[in-house]
């Protein structure tokens, strides 16, 4: 569908790009990057740009929280702005919900829908937690009057979560088993998740893990408070951003060897260590997009960052390496060991002119 651009912060739009692109290519790029030299710091990062299997953190393992407190960021701009405005509650309930089903829906889809094998298809997704997220996230941010509330919420949902987590027991295993057959994760995955899971014995994305994760959605949603806030100047917002970052990173970190970090299972010490990981990159986008207005290197990300779900979507159904390989073979086959980074970025660029023509003509995806 057709829109305009609105006025917004250029941070969010560049930080969701940022993080889209190590999702829709950049990942692979700097792999291959690794493997064609022999620089420390490229192998590194390759390495980086790898989940870990279970306990620990990786640079990778922030790409899905960082999406998700990115849309938890805009809640304030989206939801809160149009009900000052007086837009009925019930029509902002209807705007939320109707996000959650289409997410869920393209999380199916995206999963292999169309192969129609429904007893072996996976009906957790990344859509789908993100839009059930911001379901949990968005109504409370609809029914709180103040930041006080919201952060009371906040802290109920880690709470909660750590104490399911470390004080109901799991037949077989015992209470505050933490691995993946002995989480009560992939207990409750195991028994109310048709289908398959992707971890084998639990899902990432199952259901304590979108009641986690809604926690995230709703630290952006502070957060985007606080970007919205006229009574803060600008560097008074950095300041508290990175300061509550430092805070929540030190905390994750602290707690690890008692209270594990762990993506899969979206514990609380990861909802800390990931969230503030994401109040720290928000700071700076916006200290250096929005307070300094140093924004043309980040037009890249930006047209990434504005049909984000479209591109998610895209690379699932269209070979865009198909074409970076038809393209480009030739020349990639005299780059020798770094054959693959031609192709992969190749492929990026046509991913990017396709959102970019997106773009130059006002198209986005709006979910």
Known sequence: MKTSVKERLFSLDALRGFDMFWIVGGDVLFRSLGKATDWQWADW????????????FHAYDLVFPLFMFIAGAAIPFALTGKLEKGVPRSALHRKV???????????????GFFNLNFSEMRFASVLGQIGLAYLIAGMIVLHTKNFKQRLFWLLGILLGIAAVQHLIPVPGHGAGVLTPEGSINGYIDRHILPGTLYGGTFDPEGTLSIISAAGITLMGALAGAYLRDKQLTQYRKVIYLASAGVVLIVLGAALHPVYPVIKAAWTTTFNFLAGGICLLLLALFYLILDVWKVRRWSYFFRVIGMNSITIYMGVRIIDFKHTSDFVLNGIASYAGNFEPVVLFLGMILVEWL??????????????
């Open 45 to 56: 990062w390759a390495n980086q740009l790898h989940h870990v299997d279970w306990a620990g």
């Open 97 to 111: 919900v109707k996000r959650a089903v289409i997410l869920v829906i393209f999380g199916i889809i995206y999963n």
């Open 354 to 367: 396709f959102l970019y023509y997106l773009y130059k003509n006002r198209i986005f995806l709006r979910v």
